[in-house]
């Protein structure tokens, strides 16, 4: 959950308790069946229920989240592609997911490609920003779909953020190499090798490169 959304309930219940306090003074400073001692008690109780109301709301509010996505996880399991975008979307009605929106739009991208809408999946990727693992998705999808510039740009920032990924340099360097830019995709690999120095994949790569071969995910 957001903690945004824990700072303004702990504001919230403050408040309350706060009130809540103040109202019990006032009540104890009155004379009993006055309409000051009645008014006072309803204050105090009525604060009480609502504190108690909220609590059960938040609560309720968590277990529809968590519904939402595991029944978007099964429904996917099920190829019930629509019925679980359905679900996804309900999530980007609430203040957690509109503020930070990566992790379903990662899944709406993840449908997409399951659709074989790469475009869509595409759109998605990018609406997650600098997500490392939207980066990566993007990366690979482009990859396959033969746009090599574009997935050397995606796989580019994945790596400089999850710099200690492997996979992701190579991949980086199989796009600049199938750009032209083999220079640049021997760059790649050889900087990796040197903060990985006992990686049998990375040395493999980087002998193939030298021969002029296109680097692979496999020794």
Partial sequence: MS?????????VAAGVGYIAAFSATAYSHTAPGSP???????TSASLIIFEAAFIVYVVARRRRMKRLWKDAEA???????????????QLTNYMEYRLKPERV??????LAEAQEDWREAALCYRRCGDYPPAL???GVLMLLRGANDRAAEALRKFSARVP??????????????R???IDAALSTLRSRLARRPSSPLLKKNVERLERGEEPALTI
């Fill in 179 to 181: 750009s032209g830019k």
């Fill in 105 to 110: 739009f990662l899944s709406l991208g993840a």
């Fill in 75 to 89: 429904l996917t399991r099920a190829h019930q592609y629509d019925a679980a975008r359905a679900n996804l979307l």
């Fill in 136 to 138: 990566l998705n993007l």
């Fill in 3 to 11: 903690p945004l959304f824990h700072v303004g309930h702990g504001l």
């Fill in 36 to 42: 000051e001692h009645i008014f006072w008690l309803a």
């Fill in 164 to 177: 200690e990924d492997t996979s992701s340099a190579i991949m980086l360097a199989m796009a600049l190499y």
